[in-house]
């Protein structure tokens, strides 16, 4: 939820954003020193005066930090990676692809919103990307083969109509293997499990799943992918 400076309802537009912006973040950082970005971001998190910046927004806190973090380097000749680098190597980051959708970026009963893959064996990032796509190809034919949507959900993943996560990753497992690389050795998975859009009155509705969570439960069910399955990392 996004307000004015009114305490007036503004959605979740990209106006909202601006609106922000424009009206609260800029007059208080303008004239402040580019390279003290962390106490300019320190300094709008403050005006926000949530811990989930639902005031201000993330979505405009996070875009006016970029930019300033952006102009410093500029000011010094430098690439943003280079500015923000320390030590005597650049590495690359490890990619985390998101290949099925569910949740608010689907239209589709699969209740965790992304299902990732993470090619933590690729010897560079360029073989990352090509690991990447072999199990996405590999994951759209074996879709297919269910008779399973191909469509794609709002952030590129596919989106097809399961009613059970644990499903899903078998799925994806599946597709790991049939395109020849290694579960644990190769490629691991990652959830971005976006619980707070299916959270309620206390309880976690899974609506594929047919559940409603307790707080202790949903801990309980998450523990149980991640000691089932080598998932990487849950968000």
Do not use: W
């Amino acid at each position: 939820e996004i307000r004015d400076n009114n305490n007036t309802y503004m959605g979740k537009s990209v106006l909202s954003a601006v609106n922000n912006i424009n009206n609260i973040l800029a007059p208080a950082i303008i004239g402040d020193n580019v390279h003290d970005f962390q106490l300019i971001d320190q300094k709008m998190i403050q005006l926000d005066g949530t811990s989930n910046k639902s005031n201000l927004g993330a979505n405009a806190i996070l875009g006016v930090s970029m930019s300033i973090v952006k102009a410093a380097s500029i000011s010094n000749n430098m690439q943003l990676y280079e500015y923000l680098h320390t030590g005597d190597q650049y590495i690359m980051p490890i990619p985390m692809m998101n290949i099925i959708n569910g949740g608010s970026h689907a239209d589709n009963n699969v209740d965790i919103q992304e299902f990732m893959i993470a090619p933590i064996g690729a010897p560079s990032f360029s073989e990352s990307l090509r690991y990447g796509c072999e199990v996405f190809h590999s994951l759209k034919s074996i879709l297919k083969s269910k008779n399973l949507n191909t469509n794609v959900g709002d952030e590129g993943g596919f989106a097809p109509n399961i009613n059970n996560s644990k499903e899903v990753i078998e799925i994806i497992i599946k597709a790991i293997e049939k395109s020849g690389l290694k579960l644990r050795k190769d490629i691991l998975l990652s959830l971005d499990v976006a619980s707070t859009e299916f959270y309620k009155e206390n309880y976690y509705y899974f609506k594929g799943e047919k559940q409603k969570l307790s707080s202790d439960q949903m801990i309980n069910y998450l523990k149980d992918l991640v000691s089932a399955y080598p998932i990487f990392s849950i968000e």
